[in-house]
């Protein structure tokens, strides 16, 4: 199932056939909404054995951060039916900021932390990486018309 899954938005993303932004928000949406859904449910005994000894205040971080990517995921699930191309362009500009200067971030300290950092942590930064170039792509490759016009070129 996940196979068919990946592979159906595999075939989607070919960047020769036109990268939709309604594709690129709906990868985005759940991956934000998966990864929120995670960090707020994250249990004391697994951020306990991952981290070495346990810190409520940085869990309690943890769970914060999950809220607001949970939130943000159901904010970019809920715009993709907006059909306000002023609204994907600004989504498109930020998103694409965003999600690359927190890929950097991450990047940053897992070069600079000499104990290095877990799997998980190098898939995050490079989701978040990917993620962030994709806006850019769209937001820099298409013209404006291409946001104001209907659907987007959307196959949706």
Same mark, same amino acid.
């Given at each position: 199932?996940?196979?068919?899954?990946?592979?159906?938005?595999?075939?989607?993303?070919?960047?020769?056939?036109?990268?939709?932004?309604?594709?690129?928000?709906?990868?985005?949406?759940? #991956? @934000?909404?998966?990864?929120?859904?995670?960090?707020?449910?994250?249990?004391?005994?697994?951020?306990?054995?991952?981290?070495?000894?346990?810190?409520?205040?940085?869990?309690?971080?943890?769970?914060?951060?999950?809220?607001?990517?949970?939130?943000?995921? $159901?904010?970019?699930?809920?715009?993709?039916?907006?059909?306000?191309?002023?609204?994907?362009?600004?989504?498109?500009?930020?998103?694409?900021? @965003?999600?690359?200067?927190?890929?950097?971030?991450?990047?940053? #300290?897992?070069?600079?932390?000499?104990?290095?950092?877990?799997?998980?942590? $190098?898939?995050? #930064?490079?989701?978040?990486?990917?993620?962030?170039?994709?806006?850019?792509?769209?937001?820099?490759?298409?013209?404006?018309?291409?946001?104001?016009?209907?659907?987007?070129?959307?196959?949706?």
């Amino acid at each position: 199932m996940s196979s068919l899954f990946t592979a159906h938005y595999i075939n989607r993303l070919r960047i020769g056939d036109g990268l939709d932004i309604h594709l690129v928000m709906q990868i985005h949406s759940l #991956a @934000c909404m998966v990864l929120g859904g995670a960090a707020l449910s994250l249990p004391h005994s697994l951020y306990s054995s991952s981290m070495g000894s346990y810190n409520h205040m940085s869990h309690e971080f943890i769970r914060l951060y999950g809220c607001l990517t949970l939130a943000v995921g $159901w904010l970019v699930h809920r715009c993709r039916s907006v059909e306000d191309g002023r609204l994907h362009r600004n989504i498109s500009e930020s998103f694409g900021l @965003c999600y690359i200067l927190q890929s950097l971030a991450m990047l940053r #300290a897992q070069f600079t932390d000499p104990s290095g950092h877990s799997l998980l942590h $190098w898939s995050i #930064a490079l989701l978040f990486l990917s993620i962030g170039t994709l806006y850019l792509y769209i937001r820099i490759t298409n013209k404006i018309k291409y946001f104001e016009l209907p659907n987007n070129g959307s196959k949706d």
